[in-house]
Nanobody, 115 residues
Framework: QVQLVESGGGLVQPGGSLRLSCAAS????????MGWYRQAPGKQRELVAR???????NYGDSVKGRFTISRDNAKNTIYLQMNSLKPEDTAVYYC?????????WGQGTQVTVSS
């Protein structure tokens, strides 16, 4: 059973940056398309970025040009570099397979953008 462990969240001022990490256990990670999702209070979880096994990326309109997803298959890890953060980016961030989240969810990592 694959386990996902997200880290790297925190409190940051508007315009700041954070880098999130997601470590996955299990085999065959390198062939999966993986994604970063987020869930803000009172809202549904949404997919914000995804990356194929060979590194092709896709972003939601709300984060395009500000967020960069990457992966290190040797470490079974994906990353999300978040720049120019806005208060509306405040959410719990999760990783999972994409576009269908078929793995068990991890605990997520809280990102709060506030002055």
């Amino acid at each position: 059973q694959v386990q996902l462990v997200e880290s790297g969240g925190g409190l940051v001022q508007p315009g700041g940056s954070l880098r999130l990490s997601c470590a996955a256990s299990g085999k065959f990670f390198s062939i999966y398309t993986m994604g970063w999702y987020r869930q803000a209070p009172g809202k549904q979880r949404e997919l914000v970025a995804r990356i194929t096994g060979d590194g092709s990326t896709n972003y939601g309109d709300s984060v395009k040009g500000r967020f960069t997803i990457s992966r290190d298959n040797a470490k079974n890890t994906i990353y999300l570099q978040m720049n120019s953060l806005k208060p509306e980016d405040t959410a719990v961030y999760y990783c999972n397979r994409a576009p269908m989240a078929t793995m068990n969810w991890g605990q997520g990592t809280q990102v709060t953008v506030s002055s």
